[in-house]
């Protein structure tokens, strides 16, 4: 009669609860979102269409070993079993290795393993044990300006704060479009926003900022503040400093808590309104009046997400941010800024960093390195300088999801050897050697470590076994990782403990007892799920701030090191000396795209989905000629693409907007995504030394001047 | 389009389109149906419809009339399936006496005009009366409603035809009265269009025929959510205070027209008071009560719902005023004929929004697409080219994918200097010399 199983979807981070139900065959038939769960939490469509990318027949189902050269784009491929293509890649790794050393060996791993605890735990395992510090993973793409600047003011990497939106009654959310990508970096259940509505319900005020009219922007939740792509950085300093100006500063808490507090009110001051106002394209008086607001907020938040961290300053901009809830008072308070309960609530200090030195400079990450990532767009020049011998790439798509697709293309072929462990034969896994077959999120046991890791407003932990067995030769790549290691005569968790292990039961087990939990006890429980006891906002004081001297560090020195405050009035007057018909480049999200795992997905490929066009208001089309539907080309230094109008009012003008996940024409493995290849937009971003955030490695995606032609 | 868009998105099948379209122009209904003041309810057409127009699988075949310059026989024989997607070329009678007379029309005529169909494109429709009746309580019905007494200013920034821009300048039209045969609570119009009647500026409404109950008022025990909905709406709409109003839109409801009356054209509506009764099936019903009154109006509009006309060479349920069909399959008095389909307004009958035809072609897409799986098409005779062939030496002036864009960027680009989306072209000569401008230039593409 089959059965229901409770589950959560492993896309993107509120990991909401699924009911899955399974056959007699034991055939997932359907994807249903879980009312029941205490976390309240309600599937979108993306996660309940899921079944759609795990059916699909373009998935991965055997090795497979590229027959002809890699400087053909289409591969030849023949399977291989699993023995023959581990102990070829194996061998070929261990001399690599021996004659170039370990950071020779490139590691990238993609936004999906983030989702996949132990693969995750096992990818990092397996970067240590080959003694790589040449990682590369989407953090540098999406999120990681905010783990390093928490590392540096609060003293541990984990330390970035999360909104407390349930209560706060005031809410500044800067380049994040929650009711389309959701909260990122934090676990917020899916409810479509519905807890903005509350804001507004209980009298409470929210503001957003972006160049464009956000979906979450809506006579129910609140304005759009257009700001020029960007410039949030300006804003928000602009902000702290008109705060200070207004007497908003709590400077008995900045006292208590604070070091280098002066510092950061001189840097503030270099930025009144009126100075940046023409740049960010918004009147003094707006900052002010919003800067009164913060002030007289019972609280207040500041939030900002991937439209920032991409725009080339998102370690200061966050910094800021994070400076402006701690100077009015709204750091670690209800309503503020604060750090959940959590599986691990445990933040190591960062106190130690190493070097790796290539030829394109040397470069610091922390020790140990935390999942943390060099900048993925320096991948050209690495490749083609020789500094990378062998590419292995898990569960990612660097080719279309950093720039410098061309040069990475032509870069390739110089590699000795490229493996791609991925569930679909991606633009990136059709230029590797080997093609391994790995396991979705249905095929796998896990639990939300991610969101459960001080990221949710309601903590809680949930555990779900595999809804399906791998099917055929699919495998888990916590086993593919250790095996190779083992080929590699490495240390493999398969050596010591259980050669049977595939899944890394031992590695959840391992993570739960830091719970007192077991997999038995937790599957006890309803829903599988644990819910973690709250803890006071005020707690963040105690736990979170790491340094030392367990204070927040309102100027670190690594700032000045890296020269982020000279930079940033460098690129204000580059800014201020931009053409006023400038066009700005900015990225949109759209319903139906997350990764590359959905871009074959039919149901999500249609209309414009099928393409990727250039959304451009009309004033700006007007002013070049352009109509709905025109063919254009969008160039600038880094590359040149091809695409059509979408007039789309909700842009500011002068700015333009594409989607990532597209440019799928030589994705021969993916069939649907690549009948409707759209656009790589990504191949106008910048790559080399100066394209990257000096501290954070952020890569520069969105807010990149193109000029626009009719073709 | 709906059809087209799904057999698209099956990438697993090798499959070609040609979309046939009678005018010109491409999009049906939502070109000539939605209100020109409904802009976000044409966005279909940018963020999908256009998309599937522009797949090169797809050959637009433009200024065809299937009927006269091919045949559905014919059709049968060019391709594996054809579906049928003619929406409503017609409309429901009052069937009353004096129907017939000048200054009563078509709510759809009117329509039409409005939206530039070509058909319509001069219709010469007379605002000079200082009151309009509308009959129907639909959603067409608040469409015209809206349309007659919203600001010119307003219009002049929407899509609407230039001919009717300048009939409305014109207007004298103070007064629209909107008859209902039943009740309040069971109008046909939604929500959102009502609440649209609140922000149309210096129009008052009112409602007569039937005090609007109180919150607590018995009749309402049972109202669903929806009609308590409108109930609000209706009522927050005629207890606004109004000063002054420029123009006013009165709800009649329990009263149905009964004669038209004038000298050579329309001039007066005999309407009669109705009481709702239940028939057999519990449904409430509007019968006639012997009060009646003489409302003055020189322009009477039904809009009591649309209907399709008969195709020829394809059997028609002339009861529900669509093609005959059995789920989608075209069927003659419940047989089945292979390869011939139907969707939207023809197949279903006038009910929905535009995107309730997205369903609908979905399950006739499904019905085809089981038929080739069982084999029940037949291979077609002559190839595409060959079909291409016989269409130019049929109809010179066929329109093809380029020449509806050079349409496109005419309108828009005219549109463009009065800050309006988009001046259509509104007579079937203007848009095939559009079609065909600088023709010459291109070589045609040939698919
Ligand atoms: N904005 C929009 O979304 C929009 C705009 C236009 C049209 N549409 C849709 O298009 C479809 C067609 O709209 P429609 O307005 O033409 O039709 P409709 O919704 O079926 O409304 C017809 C109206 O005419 C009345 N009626 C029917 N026969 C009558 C008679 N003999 N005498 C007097 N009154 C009579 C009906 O009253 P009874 O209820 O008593 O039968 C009803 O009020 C609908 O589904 C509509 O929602 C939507
Ligand atoms: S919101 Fe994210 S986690 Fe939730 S169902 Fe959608 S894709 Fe999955």
Known sequence: ?????????????????????????????????????????????????????????????????????????????????????????????????????????????????????????????????????????????????????????????????????????????????????????????????????????????????????????????????????????????????????????????????????????????????????????????????????????????????????????GVLAYHVAEMIAFATGNLGRRGGHYKPNGLRNEFKPFDKVQEITTSVGTFELPDPVSY???????????????????????????????????????????????????????????????????????????????????????????????????????????????????????????????????????LIEGLLQLRDLSIEKITALDHSTALLPEEPPEAFYEKCLQHPHKKVDCCPSAFVRTRLFERCEEILAELEREPDDTLKLISLRTRYMHNSWLANAAKFRRGKETTNPLNMCEADASARGLFNGDVVRISNEHGTIDSQILVNNDLRPGVVAMSHGYGHSRSFGLRVARQHPGANCNILMPTGPHSYEPLSYMSWLTAVPVSVAKL | MYAAQHLLERSDLAVEIDLYERLPTPWGLVRAGVAPDHPEKKLVIDRQFSFALQDSRLRYLGNVEIGRDVRPAELAEWYDAAIYATGAASDTRMGIPGEELPGCWAAREFVSFYNGHPDFADLKIDLQSERAIVVGNGNVALDVARILTMPVAELERTDISDQALAALRDSRVREVVLLGRRGHLQGAFANPELEELEHIPGVEVTAEGEDLPD?????????????????????????????????????????????????????????????????????????????????????????????????????????????????????????????????????????????????????????????????????????????????????????????????????????????????????????????????????????
């Open chain 1, 1 to 313: 009669m089959g059965k229901q199983v409770h589950s959560f979807c492993r896309i993107c981070e509120p990991t909401c609860p699924l009911i899955a139900d399974i056959d007699d065959t034991g055939k997932v038939t359907a994807l249903r979102p879980d009312s029941t769960h205490p976390s309240g939490g309600i599937a979108c469509h993306k996660g309940l269409s899921f079944l759609e990318v795990h059916n699909d027949p373009d998935r991965l189902n055997w090795p497979q070993r590229r027959l002809n050269l890699r400087t053909e784009a289409e591969g030849d491929y023949a399977q291989v079993g699993w023995d023959e293509a581990l102990a070829d890649i194996g061998g070929r790794m261990k001399s690599i290795r021996d004659e170039h050393g370990p950071n020779s060996i490139a590691v990238y791993v993609g936004n999906p393993m983030v989702f996949d605890t132990t693969g995750a735990m096992m990818a990092e395992m397996f970067k240590n044990t080959l003694g790589t510090l040449m990682r590369f993973s989407s953090n540098t793409q999406d999120t990681q300006n905010k783990v390093i600047a928490a590392g540096e003011a609060f003293g541990s990497l984990g330390s970035f704060t999360v909104p407390d939106l349930q209560n706060t009654d005031y809410l500044l959310c800067l380049g994040s479009n929650p009711r389309v990508s959701r909260w990122t970096v934090m676990s917020m259940p899916n409810d479509d926003v519905d807890v903005l509505r509350r804001i507004r319900g209980r009298g409470g005020k929210i503001r957003f900022v972006n160049p464009r009219r956000v979906e979450s922007s809506t006579e129910e939740t609140g304005p759009t503040l257009r700001i020029k792509p960007g410039t949030d950085v300006y804003f928000l300093i602009a902000l702290l400093n008109e705060i200070e100006l207004k007497g908003g500063f709590r400077e008995d808490l900045l006292q208590e808590h604070g070091i280098h507090v002066n510092e950061l009110k001189a840097f503030a001051r270099r930025y009144p309104a009126e100075r940046v106002a023409g740049v960010i394209g918004i009147p003094a008086e707006t900052v002010s009046e919003i800067a009164g607001e913060i002030i007289a907020a019972r609280s207040a938040c500041i939030f900002l997400s991937t439209g920032v961290n991409q725009s080339r300053q």
């Open chain 1, 372 to 506: 943390m990532a060099l900048p993925a767009s320096i991948l050209p020049e690495l490749i083609e300088n020789g500094d990378i011998r062998a590419f292995i790439t898990i569960g990612g798509n660097p080719l279309l999801s950093v720039g410098g697709e061309e040069r990475i293309r032509a870069a390739f072929p110089k590699l000795e050897l490229t493996v791609s462990i991925d569930i679909f034969r991606s633009a990136t896994a059709e230029m590797s050697d080997y093609v391994l077959p790995a396991t979705d999120w249905m095929e796998r046991m896990d639990i939300n470590f991610l969101s459960s890791n001080s990221m949710q407003p309601l903590p809680f932990i949930q555990f779900t076994d595999p809804l399906e067995r791998p099917a055929h030769d699919r495998r888990h790549v916590v086993w593919t990782l250790s095996r190779l290691l083992q080929e590699m005569a490495l240390p493999s968790p398969l050596l010591d403990s259980d050669p049977e292990m595939t899944d890394g039961v031992g």
């Open chain 2, 215 to 447: 919150d607590d008022d018995v009749m309402l025990d049972g109202a669903d959510w929806t009609t308590r909905r409108k109930l609000d709406t209706l009522k927050r709409l005629v207890r606004r205070p109004s000063s002054n109003p420029r123009k006013r839109i009165i709800f009649r409801f329990l009263s149905s027209p009964v004669e038209i009356v004038g000298n050579g054209r329309v001039e007066q509506l005999l309407v009669a008071r109705n009481r709702l009764e239940r028939d057999a099936g519990g449904r409430l019903f509007a019968a006639a009560t012997e009060e009646q009154e003489v409302l003055q109006a020189g322009l009477v509009l039904r809009a009591i719902g649309y209907r399709g006309d008969p195709f020829p060479g394809l059997p028609f349920d002339t009861r529900r005023g669509v093609i005959a069909n059995l789920g989608g399959r075209i069927a003659d008095d419940g047989k089945v004929w292979p390869g011939a389909y139907v969707t939207g307004w023809i197949k279903r009958g006038c009910r929905g929004i535009i995107g309730s035809n997205k369903r609908c072609a979905a399950e006739t897409v499904a019905a085809l697409l089981e038929d080739r799986a069982v084999g029940r098409l037949r291979a077609p005779e002559i190839g595409r080219d060959s079909v291409l062939a016989i269409l130019r030496d049929r109809q010179p002036e066929l329109v093809r994918l380029d020449g509806w864009r050079r349409i496109d960027h005419a309108e828009r680009s005219a549109g463009r200097e009065l800050g309006r989306p988009r001046r259509k072209l509104t007579r079937t000569g203007e848009l095939l010399a559009c079609a065909a401008a600088e023709q010459g230039l291109h070589q045609e593409s040939s698919r």
